[in-house]
């Protein structure tokens, strides 16, 4: 069995969102081949100014892979409470998905977010996305330092 190919990325700088459209987080994006193999994990400190516009997140993948597994969860770090993202039927994201919560809780949390695929036939890119789970004046924060880990198999 052959050692898979690691990239690894850090946030240097927060990333701020006052509505809920999807924005690529910088430097959270890597390229994966038609076919291939690849497992991801993320490490997401966020910061709630407001507790009304949560977080959500996705993982965004090239069109129809050939298998998508996610499992997501958010730690209320006020609480130390975790808050379950859904989950699809078999216990896990199925396809790519948002995944959100709108905690009530100010403050500091985080988010993990781990899964493998299987690419279908279009090349491209694994990217995470971050937006508020729904709009809000007072900022949710992507905190700097989050990371992200992907595996080539």
Avoid at 12 to 17: E, N, P, R, Y
Wanted: hydrophobic content about 50%; overall charge positive; cysteine-free.
């Amino acid at each position: 069995m052959g050692i898979g190919v690691f990239r690894n990325f850090q946030l240097a700088a927060l990333v701020s969102k006052v509505n809920s459209t999807l924005l690529d987080v910088p430097g959270f994006t890597t390229p994966i081949a038609a076919g291939q193999k690849m497992k991801f994990r993320f490490y997401l400190p966020i910061n709630l100014l407001g507790a009304a516009g949560g977080a959500k997140f996705r993982v965004d993948v090239p069109a129809a892979p050939s298998v998508f597994i996610q499992t997501s969860i958010l730690i209320d770090q006020v609480t130390a409470t975790p808050v379950f993202f859904p989950l699809g039927a078999a216990g896990t994201i199925a396809a790519p998905a948002d995944v959100g919560a709108t905690l009530t809780v100010v403050g500091r949390h985080i988010a993990i977010i781990e899964g493998s695929l299987v690419n279908g036939v279009t090349a491209g890119n694994l990217k995470l996305q971050f937006a508020q789970n729904v709009t809000n004046a007072t900022a949710s924060e992507l905190s700097a330092g989050a990371w992200m880990e992907t595996w080539i198999l």
